[in-house]
T-cell receptor, first 116, second 108 residues
Framework: DTGVSQDPRHKITKRGQNVTFRCDPI?????LYWYRQTLGQGPEFLTY????????KSRLLSDRFSAERPKGSFSTLEIQRTEQGDSAMYLC??????????????FGEGSRLTVL | GQSLEQPSEVTAVEGAIVQINCTYQ??????LSWYQQHDGGAPTFLSY????GLEETGRFSSFLSRSDSYGYLLLQELQMKDSASYFC?????????FGQGTELSVKP
């Protein structure tokens, strides 16, 4: 399978703990995106990378959130001092640079976070 | 600022045609994408319009009017498996912004 993979698929944690999610994009894709989705809502943009450079970060993202893509391949999204409001599905997507002309992102199945 | 409007719910019967409208206001607009998402699944790409007019892909077509900041997704010959959420997503500057989505229910 050469799709976008995310790990873990489910994470339950207690408020105040740190969590980290990993995303492995499609290998030829140089762009990688993180979105967050809550029930009944569309995916909300968090941040995206082109290769290892983080090009944009949503103003909605607090300082507790940090994302990295150190070698331009896989990416990690860390949430520090989790709050109940962080409970959501965290979606990763990747695309080739030409996605600007096609509008197509390839999404993973997501990592579901539940904060108790 | 940025805004997106889609109907929250649409119901139709098998074999019918349904149109899902989308109006948007975003900065740096490049084009309008449409995505489908089944319950518990990942969003999947359906269609993209960069220029005004109609794009057809099988049973699905998408339309864009840049001057009106308006687009729609047209689904023909509806099937039960088309029951899902549909999102319009204007793109610009490398990222897509998703609306709240339209939940389509297809009835027998």
């Amino acid at each position: 399978d050469t799709g976008v993979s995310q790990d873990p698929r489910h994470k339950i944690t207690k408020r105040g703990q740190n969590v980290t999610f990993r995303c492995d994009p499609i290998s030829e894709h140089n762009r990688l995106y993180w979105y967050r989705q809550t029930l009944g809502q569309g995916p909300e943009f968090l941040t995206y990378f082109q290769n290892e450079a983080q090009l944009e970060k949503s103003r909605l993202l607090s300082d507790r959130f940090s994302a990295e893509r150190p070698k331009g391949s896989f990416s990690t999204l860390e949430i520090q001092r989790t709050e109940q409001g962080d409970s959501a599905m965290y979606l990763c997507a990747s695309s080739p640079r030409t996605s600007v002309n096609t509008g197509e992102l390839f999404f993973g199945e997501g990592s579901r976070l539940t904060v108790l | 600022g940025q805004s997106l409007e889609q109907p929250s719910e649409v119901t139709a019967v098998e074999g019918a045609i349904v149109q899902i409208n989308c109006t948007y206001q975003t900065s740096g607009f490049y084009g309008l994408s449409w995505y489908q998402q089944h319950d518990g699944g990942a969003p999947t790409f359906l269609s993209y319009n960069a220029l005004d007019g109609l794009e057809e892909t099988g049973r699905f077509s998408s339309f864009l009017s840049r001057s009106d900041s308006y687009g729609y997704l047209l689904l023909q010959e509806l099937q039960m498996k088309d029951s899902a959420s549909y999102f319009c997503a204007p793109g610009g500057g490398g990222k897509l912004i998703f609306g709240q989505g339209t939940e389509l229910s297809v009835k027998p």
